[in-house]
T-cell receptor, first 115, second 114 residues
Framework: DQQVKQNSPSLSVQEGRISILNCDYT??????FLWYKKYPAEGPTFLIS?????DKNEDGRFTVFLNKSAKHLSLHIVPSQPGDSAVYFC??????????????FGQGTILTVHP | NAGVMQNPRHLVRRRGQEARLRCSPM?????VYWYRQLPEEGLKFMVY????????ESGMPKERFSAEFPKEGPSILRIQQVVRGDSAAYFC????????????FGEGSRLTVL
């Protein structure tokens, strides 16, 4: 049961343009979402998060939007830079459980930003 | 301040051997989580430990896998009698408290079973 889904395995964008990465979830108990970035042969690093009480959170070039009614969130990167090329995972902590370190991850989207 | 340290980074085992993966959390972190990433998939939670206690092992396979986080020393993920399907990247993450602070991941240990 894939509770967090990233349906686009890959995305290719020109430098300077906007990158939009999408994520859908099925568990309505999720109340917090995170985006992680992962380079090859490295561990994931935290990028940005959003609580379900908000519909938008912005940090520099990165903005996450949450649409609770659609159970959908998206990560916008603008302007995109070649160094943003990586795998991006969306994740949600254990819904209604005892551990916020127990994350459910999506499958990931490979972003390639071309110079 | 060193990050989460995992070793070995790469491990090759033959079917039936044992694999031991070690994780030293960040300084001051007492909560450790293990995740597994199979090829072409996202990370899947395996187990959550605090010092000397397993808090949640709901993601661990029922057989051959075990984890510990002793009072002294690193956390260890142990896989007995490895099979080819165990080939994956195993990531450890740590956190200061379960609801406190960011979750920091190590660089992973890549297990290849021949």
């Amino acid at each position: 049961d894939q509770q967090v889904k990233q349906n686009s395995p890959s995305l290719s964008v020109q430098e300077g343009r906007i990158s939009i990465l999408n994520c859908d979830y099925t568990n309505s108990m999720f109340d917090y979402f995170l985006w992680y970035k992962k380079y090859p042969a490295e561990g994931p690093t935290f990028l940005i998060s959003i609580s379900s009480i908000k519909d938008k959170n912005e940090d520099g070039r990165f903005t996450v939007f949450l649409n609770k009614s659609a159970k959908h969130l998206s990560l916008h990167i603008v302007p995109s830079q070649p160094g943003d090329s990586a795998v991006y995972f969306c994740a949600a902590p254990n819904a209604g459980g005892t551990s916020y370190g127990k994350l459910t991850f999506g499958q990931g989207t490979i972003l390639t930003v071309h110079p | 301040n060193a990050g989460v340290m995992q070793n070995p980074r790469h491990l090759v085992r033959r079917r039936g051997q044992e694999a031991r993966l070690r994780c030293s959390p960040m300084k001051g972190h007492s909560h450790v989580y293990w995740y597994r990433q199979l090829p072409e998939e996202g990370l899947k939670f395996m187990v959550y430990l605090q010092k000397e206690n397993i808090i949640d092992e709901s993601g661990m396979p029922k057989e051959r896998f075990s984890a510990e986080f002793p009072k002294e020393g690193p956390s260890i993920l142990r896989i007995q009698q490895v099979v080819r399907g165990d080939s994956a990247a195993y990531f450890c993450a740590s956190r200061r408290g379960d609801n406190t602070g960011e979750l920091f991941f190590g660089e992973g240990s890549r297990l290849t079973v021949l």
